[in-house]
């Protein structure tokens, strides 16, 4: 098992920045990829970005590339995701995932990933 810890969420105003945390702990070494997903009211999950544990090869979406930065610790026990110039249309629950199965590069589908965190709440006033 793997347990996914988020921290780091709040409210903003929109051109601000928030730095998100997810502590992962129990059977890590499983895992090679992490990924960020939100969750807006009324929304289906979105991917935010991904990043390998072992490479540190990253994929951002389209809608933060530029905004949103993807990044782990050196011990591969906490990824974090740099959120700047953040938008109203940015507000979401934010979920941190691992995923076990072994492939060269992070995938993108919810539905590719073992284990979720708890999730974060982001709200961007304008």
């Known amino acids: 098992q793997v347990q996914l810890v988020e921290s780091g969420g709040g409210l903003v105003q929109a051109g601000g920045s928030l730095r998100l945390s997810c502590a992962a702990s129990g059977r890590t070494w499983t895992m090679y990829h992490m990924g960020w997903f939100r969750q807006a009211p009324g929304k289906e999950r979105e991917f935010v970005a991904a990043?390998?544990?072992?490479?540190?090869?990253?994929y951002v979406a389209d809608s933060v590339k530029g905004r949103f930065t993807i990044s782990r610790d050196s011990a591969k026990t906490t990824v974090y995701l740099q959120m700047n110039s953040l938008k109203a249309e940015d507000t979401a629950v934010y979920y941190c995932?691992?995923?076990?199965?072994?492939?060269?590069?992070?995938?993108?589908?919810?539905?590719?990933?073992?284990?979720w965190g708890q999730g974060t709440q982001v709200t961007v006033s304008s």
């Open positions: 995932a691992a995923d076990g199965t072994p492939l060269l590069f992070p995938r993108i589908g919810a539905s590719d990933y073992d284990y």
């Open positions: 990043i390998s544990w072992n490479r540190g090869n990253t």
